[in-house]
């Protein structure tokens, strides 16, 4: 077992109310390893109001006044300390014979056009074995297909995009690997959350939030990560759904620029509990 320290710092500004829907939390499932509440502290303390949308994430509503927002919060969670699990031997199941609640995790989205890449997938693909080796090897192609800089950050870029571009961030990463699955029939799912750099070399960059991606082999979900193509250890997960659209950190239903950004995820010893 490990403990890590998580959290976040916000800023938004805004000149007139803006209602704002915050995807911030811990995912339920993760919560029952919280050591500390993860209490979102608002600044000014506006209303809010917090619900559990279609794919079980935790969405809080506020409407940030004309001088900007503020949000925050640090928490302290256990984890395993396991690496993301391997299973070679995971089937890919029939079209037919998934579960109906997975089946949306098949179809096309606002991020991933499978329309625009199935006949690239099927050229890519189809001689390889279907079921986790065939995840492993699109997971493998996108990390070599896209060269990763923050400098190459656009909200708007698309797997397809992402594809001719070959360039990204951690998110055009997962929304490549994702249409590309499920072009190949295997349902996959874009998941944000915290990955510091725990059991890996430390990097200068600034901490940011992480996107990866599951599929459905097997029976169940397991987690695979385009950006870095390896198992990692430590994953937050906060929020999953079709692509960037359902669990963006914030939206903005008018203009809200962001003023300030801080993420912490760090591993740390078991007296820091005793302190908090």
């Known amino acids: 077992m490990m403990l890590i320290r998580a959290g976040y710092d916000i800023s938004f500004s805004t000149r007139h109310d803006t209602p704002l829907l915050l995807v911030l939390n811990v995912h339920p499932s993760r919560e029952g390893d919280l050591q500390t509440p993860q209490v979102m502290q608002i600044f000014p303390d506006v209303p809010r109001h917090s619900y559990t949308d279609a794919f079980g994430n935790i969405c809080t509503r506020v409407v940030a006044p004309a001088d900007g927002l503020r949000v925050r919060a640090e928490f302290i969670i256990s ?4 690496e993301d699990p391997v299973a070679s031997d995971a089937v890919q199941h029939p079209v037919e014979e998934l579960p109906d609640d997975v089946l949306v995790f098949l179809l096309g989205s606002r991020y991933c056009e499978t329309d625009r890449l199935s006949d690239i997938a099927w050229s890519l693909f189809s001689g390889t074995q279907p079921g986790w080796e065939r995840a492993q090897a699109i997971t493998a192609y996108v990390h070599n297909r896209i060269k ?39 349902p996959a799912r874009y998941c944000t959350g915290y990955l510091g750099d725990i059991g890996v070399p430390t990097v200068d960059d600034a901490m940011d939030f992480s996107a990866w991606f599951e599929v459905y ?16 250890i430590g994953r937050i997960l906060m929020a999953r759904g079709r692509d960037a659209t359902d669990v963006a950190i914030s939206t903005a239903f008018g203009n809200a620029g962001l003023s300030g950004f801080e993420v912490i995820t760090e591993e740390i010893g078991p007296d820091a509990l005793d302190m908090s």
Do not use: K
């Open 79 to 82: 984890d395993s300390g396991e």
């Open 217 to 232: 082999l097997g029976g169940r979900w397991y987690t695979l990560d385009a950006r870095h193509n390896c198992p990692r």
């Open 148 to 186: 990763f800089g923050y400098g190459h950050a656009r909200s708007t870029r698309t797997a397809f995009e992402a594809f001719q571009e070959r360039v990204g961030v951690c998110r055009d990463y997962a929304h490549l690997a994702v249409a590309l699955c499920r072009c190949m029939n295997i």
